[in-house]
């Protein structure tokens, strides 16, 4: 399995990368940000993350790529947008990208990306059962680790609670920010959407992530729930972590994969 990657993370304001050794979780680079086009388009997006890419030092032929975007990936489509162009709706996104940068990819959802980061080297790092790692910024991003693997594209941030058709409109960092709320008012939301999380799922650990969590602080004790609440240990980097490891561990098994049934015909 590789022990370097390159994780590339994309987002509505900025698109962020960086080599990762994917033992130690630790960036080996520089961190390359440009800021996401305007528009969030399609051929923009890839162009920006061609410029990313060809400023990470050290790219090997065989260093793994990954690549995290703020959408549902499904069998490499992306199959929603969020402060993006609506146009990658549908779209057979990795296969672009793929394309445009050259050489093969992991892609999959931020914050899946992030909560995989958290689970691999931060703050759900040895804990087993089910861990729900939640961000919060312009959304609410959440992931779903088991015993820490992943499943992937939890969209838990567009739950229906309260009144509220889609609850990350009226509970994430930007509804606190454009309604002005103070920190117990946003907590009361919180509150109601961290405890219908426990009903649902019962997971042994939330974690909380994105850059308000380092606020925690000022939140955490206003919420009353049965379920242990830390926040994450990677901010900024979390997307970029989880992806490079991902593509490391994916290739990694595809190897194996691959030399396995490369034994059994031989044995055949
Ligand atoms: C999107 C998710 C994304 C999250 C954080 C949500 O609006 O539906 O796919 O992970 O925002 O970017």
Known sequence: MSTEAIGIDIGGTGIKGALVDVDSGELLSNRIKLPTPKGGRPDDIVQTVQQVISQVPKLGEGTPVGVCFPAVVQHGRTM?????SDEWIGLAAEDLFEKGIGRDITFVNDADAAGYAEAQFGAGKDRRGLTIMTTLGTGIGSALIYDGRLIPNAELGHLELDGHPDYE????YAAMEREDLSWKAWAKRLQKYYAYLEKL???DLFIVGGGVSKHYQDFFPLLDLKTEIVPAKFRNNAGILG??????????????????????KTNA
């Open 80 to 84: 929603s947008a969020a402060n993006v």
């Open 169 to 172: 409109r009226h509970a994430s």
């Open 201 to 203: 799922f019962s997971p």
């Open 243 to 264: 992806c490079a490891s991902l593509a490391a561990h994916g290739a990694g098994l595809r190897h194996r994969v691959e030399a396995e049934h490369a034994v059994a």
